[in-house]
Nanobody, 122 residues
Framework: QVQLVESGGGLVQAGGSLRLSCATS????????MAWFRQTPGKEREFVAT???????VYANSVKGRFTISRDNPKNTVYLQMNRLKPEDTAVYYC????????????????WGQGTQVTVSS
């Protein structure tokens, strides 16, 4: 069982930056692919980025060049650095984990955190 706890969300003006963190339990963090998704009311949960155990990454086109996913295996933590934020980035951001890497679909991840709210004002 893997438990995920997100933090770092908040209110920021357009053009600003935030860094989200996702702390995980368990001793096998380095074996898991990690990902970030986001969701707004009434919409499907949307893929943002994923990182493999060897630090390969995939990004959604909407965030490419602005967001960076990274991981610190000794700290069992994955990060999402978000720069040049836009109002359309406003959402609840979720951390996810799975032993398989590469999925951009919600169904590709077994473990999920509770989410952290990010609000970008214009």
């Amino acid at each position: 069982q893997v438990q995920l706890v997100e933090s770092g969300g908040g209110l920021v003006q357009a053009g600003g930056s935030l860094r989200l963190s996702c702390a995980t339990s368990g001793r096998t963090f380095s074996s898991y692919a990690m990902a970030w998704f986001r969701q707004t009311p009434g919409k499907e949960r949307e893929f943002v980025a994923t990182i493999s155990w060897s630090r390969d990454t995939v990004y959604a086109n909407s965030v490419k060049g602005r967001f960076t996913i990274s991981r610190d295996n000794p700290k069992n933590t994955v990060y999402l650095q978000m720069n040049r934020l836009k109002p359309e980035d406003t959402a609840v951001y979720y951390c996810a984990a799975d032993l398989k890497y590469g999925s951009t679909s919600r169904s590709g991840y077994r473990y999920w955190g509770q989410g952290t709210q990010v609000t970008v004002s214009s």
